[in-house]
C-alpha cells in the first residue's frame, strides 16, 4: 500500500506487525508484542487522523490506493452493464456509464474513473474527461429518464480536461448541456463525491436531489493548485489556497452545497474499501428510499428549489 508522509509512522507500525505474523507469532511466544503493537497503532490512527490540517486531507482524496468508482461499483451494485459512446464523437474512458441493480432495482450508474497502472492513467485521463465524456454521460440519464430508473453519479476528478482537443469539441458546451439535462430529468438523481470534486467537470455530474460527499473526499471550484497559481503566481502555495477554498467535506455540509457526509474508515477510504463501500451503500439506499414515490413534476421542482437555495443568506 502507498503512504503519505504523515502515515509514515504507522505503515512502519503495521510492518512490524506483518513480519511477526509472517515468523509465526504464537510459535516464537511473541503474542505479547503482538498486541501491544496492534494497540499502540489504534492510538496512532486515532491520534494522526484525528489532527489532519486541510491540505493533508486534500491529499487523502487523492491517495493513489484510494477506492475509485469502479471499486465502489463492483462492491454496491450487482449486474454492472457498462454502455460505451455518445453517438457523436466517440467514447470517453475517463467517464464510466451503464447500468446495474441495487437490492434487485435497476439504477443508472455515471462516475469518474481514475487509473491505477501508468497505461490506465494515461487511458482514462486521470479522470479528466472530453466533452464526449458527459455526452455519453447525458445518454445514459435520459435513457435512465425514459425507462424511469434513478441516476446515481459518482464524482471524483479534477476537473473536466482543459486540452485544444476538447475545447474545439465543445467543452463548455458539453458541461452546460449536462448541467441542463440533470437540471430537467423527472427520476430521483443522487451525486456521491467520493474523492477529488473539481471545478465545473465535477459539477456536471453533480445536479441532484441529494448530494453525498465522503469524509475525507473535496468539493471545489478549483485545484488548490490551479487557484494559487492564479493568485500568487506559484503553484507551490497550495496547501495555502486549501485553507481559503473551503473545500473540505465539513465545510461543503455547513454551507448547504451537500446533504450529508459519509463517514470514512478510520485512516479513509483506502485503509478498508469494502468498509467504505458498505457505508457508501447505506447512503445511498436511505437517499433512496426518501425519493421513492415522488412524481416526476416533484422530483424536477424539489431539484430546482435545492439548487437555488444555494448561496442565499439572511
Not at 434513478?150 to 458541461?175: C, H, K, M, N, W
Not at 465535477?202 to 490551479?226: D, H, R, W
Amino acid at each position: 500500500m502507498a503512504h503519505l508522509d504523515f502515515e509514515k509512522p504507522l505503515v512502519d507500525l503495521e510492518e512490524r506487525i506483518r513480519e511477526l505474523k509472517v515468523y509465526g507469532v504464537r510459535d516464537a511466544g511473541l503474542d505479547g508484542e503482538l498486541e501491544r503493537l496492534e494497540t499502540q497503532i489504534e492510538s496512532l490512527q486515532r491520534e494522526i487522523y484525528g489532527q489532519l490540517n486541510v491540505w493533508q486531507k486534500v491529499q487523502l482524496s487523492r491517495h493513489p490506493d484510494r477506492p475509485y468508482f469502479l471499486d465502489y461499483a463492483e462492491r454496491i451494485f450487482e449486474d454492472v452493464i457498462e454502455l460505451h459512446g455518445d453517438r457523436v464523437f466517440g467514447d470517453d474512458p475517463a467517464i464510466v456509464a451503464g447500468f446495474a441493480r441495487l437490492d434487485g432495482e435497476t439504477v443508472a450508474i455515471i462516475g469518474h474513473q481514475k487509473g491505477r497502472t501508468t497505461r490506465e492513467k494515461v487511458r482514462r485521463n486521470f479522470g479528466m474527461a472530453h466533452p464526449e465524456g458527459y455526452r455519453k454521460a447525458m445518454r445514459i440519464m435520459e435513457l435512465a429518464a425514459r425507462y424511469g430508473r434513478p441516476v446515481l453519479t459518482f464524482i471524483d476528478t479534477p476537473g473536466a480536461y482543459p486540452g485544444i482537443g476538447a475545447e474545439e469539441r465543445g467543452q463548455s458546451e458539453a458541461i452546460g448541456a449536462s448541467l441542463a439535462c440533470m437540471s430537467g430529468l423527472g427520476v430521483p438523481i443522487i451525486a456521491s463525491v467520493i474523492g477529488e470534486g473539481g471545478s465545473g467537470g465535477a459539477l456536471a455530474l453533480g445536479v441532484a436531489n441529494t448530494v453525498l460527499m465522503l469524509e475525507f473526499a473535496t468539493y471545489s471550484v478549483i485545484t488548490p493548485e490551479g487557484c494559487a497559481s492564479i493568485l500568487w503566481h506559484d503553484g507551490g502555495l497550495a496547501p495555502r489556497a486549501a485553507e481559503q477554498l473551503k473545500l473540505l467535506a465539513t465545510d461543503a455540509l455547513r454551507l448547504g452545497i451537500v446533504d450529508q457526509v459519509v463517514e470514512e474508515p478510520r485512516g479513509g477510504a483506502h485503509r478498508d474499501p469494502d468498509d467504505a463501500a458498505d457505508r457508501l451503500g447505506a447512503a445511498l439506499r436511505r437517499a433512496l428510499g426518501e425519493l421513492r414515490g415522488h412524481g416526476a413534476e416533484e422530483i424536477v421542482e424539489a431539484r430546482y428549489r435545492k439548487f437555488r437555495a444555494m448561496g442565499v443568506t439572511g
